[in-house]
């Protein structure tokens, strides 16, 4: 059976610490045209670096959402997951 067709998307959650070992994730939803979105994980609230600089980072297209999120909060994961909701169903509904 092929896992991802169960998956609505993925959030990839990020830890900027280690950026090198998103790189593998990255590639294999794009390749796989998988809807997923960059979760940058801040640890304590805190986020050292900013949305735009991460995505360039990572070179993910422009229409990948990227936000912050502290996984260790409700609110924080719930928009994060919305997030990702919203731009898989975007993705469903854009031609191809």
């Not at 045209?33 to 994980?41: D, Q, R, S």
């Amino acid at each position: 059976m092929n896992q991802n067709r169960c998956w609505p998307g993925v959030p990839n959650r990020l830890d900027t610490r280690r950026l090198a070992d998103s790189f593998p994730a990255v590639d294999y939803f794009e390749t796989a045209g998988l809807p997923f979105i960059v979760a940058i994980n801040g640890f304590h609230g805190e986020f050292p670096h900013g949305v735009q600089d991460v995505a360039e980072a990572l070179s993910v297209s422009p229409n990948v959402p990227v936000v912050q999120c502290d996984a260790r909060g409700r609110k924080s994961t719930k928009a994060a997951l919305i997030a990702l909701v919203e731009h898989a169903m975007a993705m469903q509904l854009s031609p191809r």
